[in-house]
Nanobody, 119 residues
Framework: QVQLVESGGGLVQAGGSLRLSCAASRSIFSFSVMGWYRQVPGKERELVATITHGGGSTNYADSVKGRFTISRDNAKPTVYLQMNSLKPDDTAVYYC????????????WGQGTQDTVSS
C-alpha cells in the first residue's frame, strides 16, 4: 500500500508552464512503472506519461510529446511532470499512478490535481 499526493496544479495561461509533483508515502523503489494520467468530465482517464523504475525509459502520449517531461527521484520519493507550452486542451484533473508486480493491476492512484489552462 502507498499513498500518493499530487501538487503543483493550478491556473495558467496558454503557453505557460506548470510542474506537478507526486509525493509517495514510502519508497517508490519497488514500483516498476510510475506515471501521470489525466481526465476531463465525460471522458475516460488517459495516459499522459510513464517512467520506468530507473528512469531509463519514458513514454508519452502523442499530444504531449515535446512539451511534457516526466522524471522521478527515488530518494525523495517523488515523481514529477514538467509541463511546458500548455494549451487549453491540457485542462484536466491530473492523477499520479504507481504500479508494482505485487500490487493491484491498475496500480495505486493519487487524489488528483486540477490544472486549468486559459486561452
Amino acid at each position: 500500500q502507498v499513498q500518493l499526493v499530487e501538487s503543483g496544479g493550478g491556473l495558467v495561461q496558454a503557453g505557460g508552464s506548470l510542474r506537478l509533483s507526486c509525493a509517495a508515502s514510502r519508497s517508490i523503489f519497488s514500483f516498476s512503472v510510475m506515471g501521470w494520467y489525466r481526465q476531463v468530465p465525460g471522458k475516460e482517464r488517459e495516459l499522459v506519461a510513464t517512467i520506468t523504475h530507473g528512469g531509463g525509459s519514458t513514454n508519452y502520449a502523442d499530444s504531449v510529446k515535446g512539451r511534457f517531461t516526466i522524471s522521478r527521484d527515488n530518494a525523495k520519493p517523488t515523481v514529477y511532470l514538467q509541463m511546458n507550452s500548455l494549451k487549453p486542451d491540457d485542462t484536466a484533473v491530473y492523477y499520479c499512478n504507481a504500479k508494482s508486480v505485487m500490487g493491484p493491476a491498475s496500480g495505486y492512484w493519487g487524489q488528483g490535481t486540477q490544472d486549468t489552462v486559459s486561452s
